[in-house]
């Protein structure tokens, strides 16, 4: 499909609700949440995509690699890139109401798929979008990931056996909702968590578990004395705290202290191969990407998405070219001018 089609199909099914910029940095959305943008001033949201776009790569053109390897093995799965689709729920309340959960999800779940990386699902107030999501899953052999809102523990943990049941590979927590008091509306509480209960989330499931919304190295140390198979450096695309900085640039100083202990994605954003390359380069294992999923399906459905990851590869393919990188692993600081 016509990636400039897709684009424009999009803007007309997100009804008003995302402008489709040229560059998808935060600025004309700020504040729109609920929404697509971030939160009060949009800071963090803009700080994402500015703190990833100062960043830049050492070119190298004398080497061998003319025909790089993009996959990774990550949870037990093989993925012909180190790309999930992030987690991204609500479409009623943030993406104009034309299309529904299950139009919006179903893509991205097989999109990802057919182009063999992996889609993450999300959790909302609505019961409903969690279960709808699992459907998807479960209908497409549970090849996904499952993220659940910080609720008392003892809903979560009956929300994991539900991801359990419908197969997903592994189960995590948006930790960083803890703030979003809209979902303490719907008579459930959200609540931060202390290394206690993180450590009963853990143990509550055989599949690896994940904390998304880490910022700082404390939070990262705490992941991993509470024995967590991964983190997310996250600020939620913005849309939980104003004035955070930007996930590049708090990710170093983050795998400085834990990597090798811990794996590390990280999302926010992200947009091309290029970024992608720069995540990794600054440390993390593989990287989640929102927004542009939300306008690839709502503009093209699964081949739109197809459209969007075979792009993604391409680029993350002639980026490695052109930073001498035959593996994901042999993309390190060195690629970070
Ligand atoms: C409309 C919207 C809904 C989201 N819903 C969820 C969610 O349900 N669970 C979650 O963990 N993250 C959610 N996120 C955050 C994304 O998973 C991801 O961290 C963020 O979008 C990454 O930034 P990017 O969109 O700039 O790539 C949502 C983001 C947006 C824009």
């Not at 993406?95 to 889609?119: D, F, H, L, Q």
């Not at 019961?127 to 052999?141: Q, Y």
Request: hydrophobic share 40%.
């Amino acid at each position: 499909m016509d990636y400039k089609e897709m684009l424009k199909n999009a803007r007309a099914n997100l009804n008003g609700s995302c402008k489709v910029c040229k560059a998808c940095n935060g600025i004309a959305c700020a504040g729109e949440v609920p929404g697509m943008g971030g939160k009060g001033s949009g800071s963090s949201f803009i700080e994402n995509f500015k703190s990833l776009e100062k960043i830049k790569l050492n070119m190298r053109v004398t080497h061998n690699v003319n025909n790089p390897d993009t996959s990774i093995e990550l949870f037990g799965r093989k993925m012909e890139a180190p790309i999930f689709a992030a987690p991204v729920t609500g479409t009623t309340l943030n993406m104009g109401g034309k299309i529904t959960e299950r139009e919006y999800i179903e893509p991205v779940v097989k999109g990802c798929i057919n182009s063999g990386i992996y889609a993450m699902v999300g959790d909302t107030a609505i019961d409903a979008f969690l279960i709808e999501n699992l459907d998807v899953l479960k209908e497409n052999n549970g090849d996904g990931i499952v993220f659940i809102k910080p609720w008392e523990n003892e809903d979560i943990i009956k929300k994991i056996k539900l991801a359990e049941e419908a197969g997903a590979f592994a189960v995590g927590v948006d930790v960083d909702a803890c703030g979003l008091v809209t979902l303490s509306m719907h008579g459930k509480t959200v609540e931060a968590k202390t290394i206690d209960k993180i450590k009963e989330l853990k143990a509550s499931t055989k599949l690896p578990f994940i904390l998304k919304g880490i910022m700082t190295v404390e939070d990262a140390l705490m992941a991993v004395e509470a024995g967590v198979d991964a983190i997310v450096v996250s600020n939620h695309g913005g849309r939980v705290l104003d004035c955070t900085p930007g996930s590049a640039e708090v990710l170093p100083k983050i795998v400085q202290a834990v990597k090798g202990k811990i794996t590390i994605l990280a999302d926010g954003g992200i947009r091309t191969g290029v970024d992608v390359v720069k995540m990794i380069g600054l440390g993390a294992d593989a990287v989640l990407i929102g927004r542009p999923f939300v306008t690839a399906s709502f503009g093209g459905a699964t081949d739109g998405v197809i459209t969007y990851v075979e792009k993604l590869k391409s680029e993350l393919s002639a980026t490695m070219i052109l930073t001498g990188c035959q593996t994901i692993n042999d993309i390190n600081e060195k690629v970070i001018f």
